[in-house]
């Protein structure tokens, strides 16, 4: 998680607008504990400071991810782990889909990282890779929208395909809508 703090960074200092935010894909540290090898990282940063993604280490382990620049507090982790909280996505201008999280804290202590796991997850990478103008997230506590930004499709692509390839993540039959 180190590297994708890093390039976070990175991404902020290039990121002059959402315009103008683009797609980046990068394979995570290798965890031998976990059993899973290293996660592959394909990611979009706003002007804002948020960004959104999604990494994987197989078709069984794949996440879409959201990490705010908030910084938390031991108060705000708390609630977060009690109360319900979805990632929000809009891909193009087709409905909203909204998929169950989780909130903790970054490894670094300095933002919160929302993070869906479930099934719908591999359909919506799908549709963020085949996405033509816009995808549009957000963070969804106690039925209040927060940290709602488009990212722009460009690159998305070419940022997910190695995801779609190196996990092995089949085509959905049905698509998000």
Same mark, same amino acid.
């Not at 390039?7 to 031998?32: E, R, Y």
């Not at 903790?104 to 919506?124: F, L, M, N």
């Given at each position: 998680?180190?590297?994708?703090?890093?390039?976070?960074?990175?991404?902020?200092?290039?990121?002059?607008?959402?315009?103008?935010?683009?797609?980046?894909?990068?394979?995570?540290?290798?965890?031998?504990?976990?059993?899973?090898?290293? %996660?592959?990282? +394909? !990611?979009?940063? /706003?002007?804002?400071? &948020?960004?959104? =993604?999604?990494?994987?280490?197989?078709?069984? *382990?794949?996440?879409?991810?959201?990490?705010?620049?908030?910084?938390?507090?031991?108060?705000?982790?708390?609630?977060?782990?009690?109360?319900?909280?979805?990632?929000?996505?809009?891909?193009?201008?087709? %409905?909203?889909? +909204? !998929?169950?999280? /989780?909130?903790?804290? &970054?490894?670094? =202590?300095?933002?919160?990282?929302?993070?869906? *796991?479930?099934?719908?997850?591999?359909?919506?990478?799908?549709?963020?890779?085949?996405?033509?103008?816009?995808?549009?997230?957000?963070?969804?506590?106690?039925?209040?929208?927060?940290?709602?930004?488009?990212?722009?499709?460009?690159?998305?692509?070419?940022?997910?395909?190695?995801?779609?390839?190196?996990?092995?993540?089949?085509?959905?039959?049905?698509?998000?809508?």
């Amino acid at each position: 998680m180190r590297v994708m703090a890093g390039i976070l960074a990175a991404g902020l200092a290039m990121a002059a607008s959402a315009a103008h935010a683009q797609w980046i894909q990068m394979k995570g540290d290798d965890d031998p504990f976990a059993g899973r090898g290293a %996660p592959l990282i +394909a !990611l979009s940063i /706003s002007s804002i400071g &948020t960004s959104v =993604g999604f990494r994987c280490t197989g078709p069984e *382990d794949v996440a879409m991810i959201l990490v705010t620049p908030e910084r938390p507090d031991a108060d705000t982790q708390a609630l977060l782990r009690l109360v319900k909280v979805k990632l929000l996505v809009i891909i193009d201008d087709q %409905p909203k889909v +909204a !998929l169950a999280a /989780s909130a903790q804290a &970054t490894p670094d =202590g300095k933002q919160i990282r929302y993070e869906a *796991d479930e099934d719908g997850v591999t359909e919506v990478l799908h549709a963020v890779a085949g996405a033509k103008r816009r995808v549009a997230a957000a963070v969804e506590v106690m039925g209040k929208t927060f940290y709602s930004q488009s990212y722009q499709a460009t690159n998305s692509r070419r940022a997910l395909q190695p995801l779609i390839t190196g996990c092995n993540l089949a085509a959905p039959k049905s698509k998000v809508n």
